[in-house]
């Protein structure tokens, strides 16, 4: 007799991390995607995405035959459960997009044995847990929600290591079998209903969000009463209730998922009859950061926050959203570049990762492989994205290169006092002396 099968649908980051763990954790599993040519590569062990680890499980899984990858649904008709890990993009009005989920639904209707649970992985609106059983019109295959909470760049990480495991449903052999899954990894399992499963991973990210924004108000007025966010935040992260992640000022919060989740909750709010204004003030306290660093670029270069930024050369350093990843999506460094951009100053970057070329908002950057080039001729450089790499530049060449050393580095990521020794004046985000 043959395994039992795990199917998963979708073979994006979160599709293929799943995938991938899972056959580590000894399970046979076929994963299914509309994209031919990325299943052929798979099928050779060519991983399409940039996450540590994965490429060695999807090859470890291959070589054990534990792992198929097909386009074809149909393959699914013995898995005991099938995960739904597909992409929920914002479509209008905020309003998450869920047509690609609905039209797996439809084809695995006629598919999938009886007895079956599917798994909806995907970041789904509260109510669609609920629904997509409605729409796969099938009472003999139950639907549980499973949220993921995978961070970009860590994936495998997060996967074989999680904070907490949460299955919704109401349903107790459903619920056991989601449970069995992950039995072999040590966190927390919280059993819950459907809707409140979907909503915890809206509220994890947009509490992430909300942590950001608060950081990011405090560094502002920091910067005004000559105190040091990072000696406030070390004090508030010792605090066991509030905890020291997220507590970094930046350029803003970006990403795929925290802009994405925090409309759409609230979008979920609004439907709902609720004035969840603390989360419309985030989502404003992160566009008012973008438009203060570029205040902060305008004071920098030309000593006044409303100096003119017309055809003035600028370098950036780093475009990708965070580091560790090459994903622009929802870039704050691309919010940041566009108004300064809008505002007339002739823009040159270089990022370690991030591809880049074609990509819209990238248009009237020029974009550099050496990082060396984003000083030649600048009246400054802005440092928009925390690669560690970047402490390690020569400075004192980088000054040499510049018409005008004046460095704003957004992530509070240099040290002022070596760079000060190699003739940068540096400003950074809520520290004595910036503004
Ligand atoms: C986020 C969540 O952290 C994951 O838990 C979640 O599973 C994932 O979304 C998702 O929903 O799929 P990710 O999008 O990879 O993960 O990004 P984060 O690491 O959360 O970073 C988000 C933004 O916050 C980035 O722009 C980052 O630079 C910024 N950030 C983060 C700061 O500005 N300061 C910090 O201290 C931390």
Redesign the pocket.
Known sequence: MRDPVIGVVGAGY?GLTTTACLAHLGNRVICVDVDGSKVDGLRHGEVPIAEPGLAELVAEGLAARRLEFTTDASTLGDAEVVLLCLPTPMGEAGVADLSVLESALGELAGVLAPGCVVVMKS?VPVGTTARAGELLGRSDVPVVSNP???????AVH?FLHPDRIVVGTEDTGAAARVVGLYAALDAPVLRTDPASAELA?YA??AF??LK?SY??ALAELCERVGADVRAVGRVLGLDNRIGP??????????????PK?TSALLRTAEAAGVDFGLLRETVAVNVAQRERVVRKVRRAVTGSPRGSLAGVRLGLLGLT???G?DDLRH??ALAVAAELSRAGAVLTAYDPRAGGAGHPDLDGIALVDDPYLVAKDAAGIVLL??WPEFRDLDWATLAALADHAAVVDT?NLLDPDTLCGTGWVHTGIGTPGDQ
């Open positions: 979160v970041t993921e909470f995978l961070r970009e760049g860590h997060d991973k994890s990210n992430l969000a950001l950081v990011n992640a997220f507590l970094a000022p930046g350029p803003g919060w970006g990403g795929s998922c925290l989740d959203f965070k580091a990843t870039s704050p994205t925390e992530r």
